[in-house]
């Protein structure tokens, strides 16, 4: 018994051998400091201003096509987004789609169309739009 005693010491001696502290000449572990070059993501502006032409045309069989004109009226090109919601009461979730355009040069403009969107049918959602210009 005492032997076996003796091994059963030795093999957790000689487990635990290896979960030793770290030699003095390995180096510590280095956490990454954030760079100066990261990009921010861009900022959003309200850009409601810019759209015209908006529309929402419901089809027979309940899906939905939006359609607009985005105008960039900053002085410097721009990218824009554009989401079109569609929703409604008698909906258990809103039905949503977002696009996003290439930078629109200042003054110039951009003509878009959203389709596929879904809604029910029997239902009476109405369709939103929100456009923003990225910063």
């Given amino acids: 018994m005492r032997r076996w005693a003796q091994l059963v010491v030795l ?51 309940g899906r939905w096509r939006a359609s607009g004109t985005i105008t960039n009226s900053a ?12 929703a409604g009461a008698a909906m258990s979730s809103a039905e949503g789609k977002q696009r996003t355009f290439r930078p629109v040069q200042p003054g110039a403009t951009k003509a878009f169309v959203i389709k596929g969107l879904r809604a029910p049918v029997g239902t009476a959602p109405t369709c939103s739009v929100q456009v923003a210009r990225l910063r």
Avoid: E
């Fill in 75 to 86: 002085h410097r090109p721009a990218a824009y987004t554009v989401k079109v919601v569609i």
């Fill in 11 to 61: 093999s957790v001696a000689a487990a635990t051998s290896g979960c030793a502290a770290p030699a003095a000449d390995v180096a510590p572990a280095v956490t990454p400091t954030p760079s100066a070059q990261q990009v921010a993501p861009p900022r959003r502006v309200d850009a409601a201003a810019d759209l015209s032409n908006f529309g929402c045309l419901r089809r027979r069989d």
